[in-house]
């Protein structure tokens, strides 16, 4: 089988367990081939942690659960040295957190406060983790798919901008359609009965490699290149588009980071479909998972009640194809 074919049976594989979130799967396998974190955001038992466990458990992997509480120590996601005792030799031997790991879900990151959950910082964006004065790599292939309780809910800390924008993707999960939500029954009433469908093994982890360099050989046009840095700097000079409201919602715009992550995540789109060429559509499908969580709106659009998705909306309107 084809590095594709195999992606596209991982992605049967989960949907067959995750029913009525199509785009979150979508989304989430994405996030896989372009090489980035996802952050996954919903209400508690919309199946955001089963969606990433199914992912887990059909790809070759090491998947690591950290489970995010008040009383979550840096130390406890990263490892820590550790003092031997005089019969071992007396000396310090670092002990790996679960972030070493290659899938690594950060359940529920918001509900661990600031000191916590800057303990993924280095490890997101360098691929390492540095303790004791010594850095250690992370494997090859590392993911970080965080879910996160709408911060309105009680016992929830905000995430740091600096944190948001190190996720690839921003991915809100809704509730499913009254005829999914009676598949979803029948589905837990099998599997509490022991019906589980036979399993056909695990998709290499190599596959994920190989689709990923596949992913990188996707052409993107000099237009679409243009498109969007376009779209990225109407988020960041917004009183440019006269007649519109961009200016009146957005207070700071995506960061060269928002660029990147349109790139990377069209490119994988068009893969995912099965084209070798990255159109604006790929673009435009993209942009709310990749901007919604790099954008700061006024404080008069958050009193107005206007939502990032409404923002991103106008933004694309107001911003021509090239």
């Not at 396998?29 to 919903?42: D, Q, R, S």
């Not at 359609?177 to 982890?205: F, M, T, W």
């Not at 007649?243 to 790139?263: F, H, M, Q």
Request: aromatic content about 4%; hydrophobic content about 40%.
């Amino acid at each position: 089988m084809s590095s594709r074919d195999q992606i596209l049976d991982l992605k049967k594989r989960i949907s067959a367990s995750v029913i009525g979130q199509e785009a979150v799967v979508d989304q989430l396998l994405i996030a896989l081939l372009a090489n980035g974190h996802l952050l996954m955001e919903g209400l508690p038992g919309l199946a955001k942690t089963r969606t990433i466990k199914t992912l887990a458990k059909n790809l070759e992997s090491q998947f690591s659960r950290i489970q995010f509480t008040p009383d979550l120590l840096p130390s406890d996601i990263t490892g820590t040295e550790m003092y031997t005792g005089e019969g071992a030799g007396g000396k310090f031997v670092f002990q790996p957190g679960p972030v070493f790991g290659n899938l690594i879900l950060a359940d529920e990151i918001n509900r661990a406060p600031a000191k916590a959950q800057a303990a993924l910082l280095e490890a997101m964006e360098e691929r390492q983790v540095t303790v004791a004065g010594t850095t250690h790599p992370l494997p090859e292939l590392f993911l970080v798919l965080a879910t996160q309780n709408p911060i309105e809910q009680e016992g929830t800390y905000p995430l740091p901008e600096a944190q948001m924008d190190r996720f690839l993707l921003h991915v809100f999960v809704g509730y499913s359609s009254d005829e999914d939500e009676r598949k979803i029954l029948r589905l837990v009433r099998g599997e509490d009965a022991g019906q589980s469908p036979a399993s056909n093994g695990q998709v290499a982890a190599q596959s994920v490699l190989d689709a990923r360099k596949e992913v990188l050989s996707v052409q993107i046009s000099e237009a679409v290149e243009k498109y969007i840095v376009a779209l990225i700097a109407a988020t960041r000079r917004p009183a440019d588009f006269k007649g519109s409201k961009l200016s009146e919602w957005i207070r700071v715009g995506a960061s060269p980071r928002g660029t990147l992550a349109l790139d990377r995540a069209a490119r994988a789109k068009a893969w995912l479909d099965g084209r070798d060429t990255a159109t604006p559509e790929d673009v435009q499908k993209m942009t709310h998972a990749c901007l919604r969580h790099r954008l700061i709106l006024t404080y008069e659009a958050e009193a107005e009640g206007t939502t990032k998705d409404t923002v991103l909306d106008e933004l694309l309107k107001q911003v021509a194809v090239i």
